[in-house]
């Protein structure tokens, strides 16, 4: 990627950093017991830095607008889950009786993509568009008349629609950031690289404790960010 040694956007890379050198500072003590050149204040000072190679390659206004648009994704994404197991219940227990009309309903209105334990913001995404795409006149009243309220189903809807249009603003602003000259891809490698090893140290540091441990891993920082396909490197 033009001399970059990271396989994705210079945004979401920079995003990422920010995230790890949040989890940093919120465990700093425990980090400095095991690497002492850790000491404060090196993890403010990696943040800072970030924050600086960001505005300098990115530009503060873009990202302003991405904190913003990032917000109201999160926002729609709070409500859409609320709803989306709200009625995943409903159908699990108001078509009990008749397992083959209840599993038939939760694929087709595409709850089976939210099976796994933490669903993505992907998953979620896609579950709502199902519903959007599979939840005709027909299967509604069904639902009504099993008792689902139709308010409910209707918010659905509209949660969908919401969240496609907040995500083409956050991935549209990721996209487009301004050309960085030879020197600023060098920076954005350095920041890269630093944290990288971070990452590396502190997932060691912290074997035992999977929870925290996968807070460090650089693919949990991008998918917090909102990563959803797999680019030709193989994120570490």
Not at 11 to 39: N, T
Not at 97 to 103: E, H, L, N, S, Y
Request: aromatic content about 8%; some cysteine.
């Amino acid at each position: 990627m033009n001399g970059r040694i990271y396989g994705y956007g210079d945004v979401l890379m920079l995003l990422s950093c920010i995230y790890i050198a949040d989890r940093c500072l919120e465990h700093e003590q425990q980090l400095v017991a095991h690497r002492p050149s850790w000491k404060a204040p090196y993890f403010a000072d990696l943040r800072a830095r970030i924050f600086t190679s960001f505005d300098e390659n990115i530009g503060s206004d873009s990202l302003a607008k991405l904190k913003e648009a990032t917000s109201k994704v999160n926002a729609t994404l709070t409500l859409a889950r609320r709803a989306l197991m709200q009625l995943k219940q409903e159908i699990e227990v108001d078509f009990r009786k008749d397992p083959t009309r209840r599993d038939y309903l939760l694929n087709l209105l595409g709850f089976d993509n939210l099976k796994a334990k933490n669903p993505t913001q992907v998953a979620y995404t896609q579950a709502l568009l199902a519903i959007q795409r599979n939840l005709t006149p027909d299967i509604q009243l069904e639902l009504i008349a099993a008792g689902t309220n139709p308010a409910a189903i209707e918010h659905l809807g509209q949660y969908a629609q919401q969240l496609l249009d907040a995500n083409a603003l956050q991935e549209s602003l990721k996209v487009g950031r301004k050309t960085t000259s030879h020197a600023n891809v060098s920076a954005l490698n350095a920041i890269y690289d630093e944290v990288i090893s971070i990452c590396k140290l502190a997932s060691t540091y912290l074997v035992g404790n999977k929870e925290l441990q996968e807070s460090f891993i650089f693919l949990t920082a991008l998918r917090a960010n909102g990563y959803t396909h797999r680019s030709k490197r193989k994120p570490e």
